[in-house]
């Protein structure tokens, strides 16, 4: 690749190249003649702003929901628009790159950071990730999608070790960041801590090479997250062009560039590439611009609203009944002192912060009556106190609101969860109420799910609010009272417990490697194919109406298919389905889930009205990772598409016949005998080949027979040693011919 500022990079100087690969200070790079320094800071989820490592402090921002509430809208348009916002403060704030977003995928519900990341499916990830990015680059800034990859865990994050197969990695992991670079081009990617097969992500030449610049076309930054970087020298030849934060290390690279060890030409793109970051992500390039807060407050409270997820609604428990003599008990610590976001690097602080308590105050006043319930830090006296005074104001109470969850104490950066129960004194709480009164509506508060199973029967409605931004509690007392309407769906099952969650045994690991044991079979891939229980299915969320689908046609196209349906609300309230497709492939040679997320559409829809959808899925919709022939595989046959609500309600069912896509296997000597026969070309050559040696015909190959299965199962070279006179080396003249009538019929 040509050097597009070939006339500044002249001028320069080794020295000057080499801290061209550093930071300067805590978050911004290097200043040269003719490159200029670049401001970096946190924003997943809103900008923080601060002078050094501190999370406290930072300048007043707007903060949206984080990844968990607005990943569960399922509505990239509303995405992209927040991602705007956020763009458009970090211009205000002097933000040319925003480090965010984070898309890792959400292995197991205990880890700590999960608040911070999508779902447990690489589309819904990868669909957001783009949303966001596109919106925060359209400000004219950059965006640092982050963390890459297979950065699924806080426990030892910057040294373990993630054990996985390249399948694995190329099916679950890596697509998400595939789909943003490719479709919205980030300005930086973000590497992760830990290492992947033994090598550190900042280092990792296949990672960073192989994959993100040659299979994905990644021009852009390479950064580190902040300390990452355990080997200055590699990480640059590994093609990491930004270590962050300072300059430590500096003279390591400058050493082995003096020596020829480093090719001052990989010092020459990566000051090429931080030249163009500092063109294309200014944060003053477009000129001052203002921020209009109580309209980035209303945006929050539009996402806010429609992240929330109704699990259960009994008999219609919700809405409430906003006009009427009811009297209401608000019960939760989190309804006075909300958790709005996760703790970590990525707090916010808010322009302001809605109460859930106010806000319903604001709705019914004097008809509500508030109890703490419980303390954050659990103390038993204070925690029984509490209890009894809850419990009475909920027996002389019409309906009780119950919020819980978990305090930032239970789940932050730094960190994972032990348990993915809710906190003890929060259960004595709820079983205590529900002695007096049926009439109990649970609203949850936390940044990753929790076990609900155990007191699920105690609530008629469970509000899954996740962490909602400033503007949740607004979002919240709309909610119940029915003047929104839920659509949020879930991104992440829920499991019965935590023992049945597939990474259990693997999770989190230990003496420096974690196992992913579980393989693809990640959340619903592995409870659908397995038939696992589970308490809320991915997918999973109720509206205030129904919803009815009608009409799948599924169609084929050249390498893929198009799929077309509709969807009816039936009901008599406006609302918003979220329709899932799953592609179902029970044919293929490799090991498949029962079904798998493929594309979805969020359609909004007054009474009576219908909408239809049509989708269009290009190959890597039907097809897997093949280890053998490296390269995404379509396995010709008959495929099922599914369309529902979520992953165990599904409607409708289509098939359709698609022919074979991807490379070729290619028969090696160690390629078994029935791989060779089922070969057009290989079985051929062998047949020719067995009929010329006398003795060859010892040997059934009849798959037919007991005898001949066990014999196709052999690989080649192996057989061949067993026939008498066979000469050494036939094997791999066998594989020659192959080679050769192979190129022939090309």
């Known amino acids: 690749m040509s050097l597009r500022h070939d006339d500044v990079i002249s001028k320069l100087s080794l020295e000057q190249k080499a801290a061209l690969t550093s930071g300067a200070d805590f978050w911004s790079s290097t200043e040269v003649p003719g490159i200029r320094r670049i401001t970096m800071n946190d924003g997943p989820h809103g900008l923080r702003v601060v002078d050094d490592i501190g999370i406290h402090g930072a300048k007043p921002a707007t903060c949206f929901p984080p990844a968990v509430g607005l990943g569960s809208t399922w509505n990239p348009a509303l995405q992209r628009e927040v991602g705007q916002a956020i763009g458009r403060e970090a211009r205000a704030l002097g933000v040319d790159v925003v480090l965010g977003p984070g898309i890792n995928i959400k292995r197991s519900p205990l880890c700590g950071r999960n608040f911070e990341y999508v779902s447990e499916d690489p589309l819904v990830a990868g669909a957001f990730g783009q949303a966001l990015v596109e919106g925060i680059q359209s400000e004219g800034v950059g965006a640092s999608v982050k963390h890459f990859a297979a950065n699924n865990q806080e426990t030892d994050r910057m040294h373990v070790s993630v054990q996985v197969d390249e399948r694995t990695l190329r099916e679950i992991y890596l697509p998400a960041f595939e789909r943003v670079v490719k479709n919205a081009a980030p300005a930086t990617v973000m590497c992760s801590y830990n290492r992947i097969n033994g090598v550190y992500s900042a280092q990792n030449e296949w990672l960073l090479g192989d994959v993100l610049r040659t299979d994905w076309g990644f021009d852009g930054v390479v950064v580190s997250d902040w300390g990452a970087v355990v080997d200055r020298v590699a990480s640059v030849q590994a093609g990491l062009d930004l270590k962050m934060p300072t300059s430590s290390g500096d003279e390591a690279v400058l050493a082995a560039a003096q020596s020829g060890e480093l090719p001052e030409a990989v010092l020459d793109q990566v000051a090429d590439r931080i030249a163009t970051l500092a063109e294309r992500a200014d944060a003053s390039a477009r000129g001052p611009v203002e921020i ?413 027979t007991n005898e001949g299965r066990m014999f196709a199962a052999i690989p080649l070279g192996h057989l061949l040693t067993m026939v008498p006179g066979a000469p050494a080396g036939v094997a791999e003249q066998l594989v020659g011919a192959y080679e050769r009538a192979l190129a022939t019929q090309r």
Do not use: C
């Not at 209401?328 to 976001?341: D, K």
């Not at 509500?368 to 925690?383: H, I, K, N, Q, R």
């Open 292 to 704: 209009d807060v109580d309209a980035h407050h209303e945006l929050a409270l539009r996402a806010a609203l429609e992240g929330p997820v109704l699990l259960k609604n009994e008999n219609g428990a919700l809405p409430l009944p906003e006009r009427s003599s009811m009297r209401i008990a608000v019960v939760g610590e989190f309804a006075r002192t909300p958790r709005f976001q996760g703790a970590g690097s990525s707090q916010v602080n808010p322009t302001r912060v809605d109460t859930p308590l106010d806000a319903l105050t604001g709705i019914i006043g004097d008809r509500l009556s508030f109890a703490p319930g419980f303390t954050f830090d659990g103390d038993a006296a204070a925690d029984a106190e509490l209890a009894a005074e809850a419990r009475t104001l909920a027996q002389a109470s019409d309906w009780t609101v119950l919020f819980l969850g978990l305090p930032e104490s239970y789940e932050s950066e730094g960190f994972d969860r032990t348990s993915i129960e809710l906190p003890q004194n929060q259960l004595a709480l709820l079983e205590s109420v529900s002695t007096v009164t049926r009439r109990i509506v649970v609203v949850l508060s936390n940044g990753s799910v929790v076990e609900t199973e155990s007191w699920a029967s105690r609530a008629r409605a469970i509000l899954e609010g996740w962490l909602l931004g400033q503007a949740g509690g607004e979002a919240i007392a709309r909610l119940l009272f029915g003047r929104a309407n839920p659509s949020g769906r879930l991104t992440e099952s829920i499991p019965l417990k935590l023992e049945s969650t597939p990474s259990y045994i693997n999770f989190p690991g230990g003496e420096g490697e974690v196992v992913y044991g579980e393989r693809i079979y990640v959340g619903y891939r592995y409870y659908d194919t397995r038939g696992v229980a589970v308490s809320f299915p991915f997918g999973h969320g109720l509206s205030y109406t129904e919803f009815e689908y009608s009409g799948l046609s599924v169609e084929p196209r050249e390498v893929g298919a198009s799929v077309t349906f509709t969807v009816t609300n039936v009901g008599d309230v406006a609302g918003a389905e979220v329709a899932q497709l799953y592609r179902s492939d029970r044919h293929s040679a490799a090991d498949r889930p029962a079904h798998e997320l493929v594309a979805f559409r969020k359609v909004f829809l007054e009474p009576g009205q219908s909408e239809t959808v049509t989708v269009e899925l290009d190959e890597r919709a039907f097809a897997y990772w093949s280890i053998l022939r490296h390269g995404w595989v379509v396995d010709a046959g008959l495929f099922t598409i599914e369309v529902g609500s979520s992953s165990r309600d599904l409607r409708l069912a289509g098939e359709v016949q698609l022919g074979a896509l991807g490379p070729a296997l290619k028969l090696t000597v160690f390629s078994s005998i029935g791989e060779w026969l089922a070969d057009p070309v290989g079985g051929q050559v062998l047949q020719g080949a067995l009929a010329q040696l006398p003795d060859a015909h010892t040997f059934q190959l009849d798959p037919a």
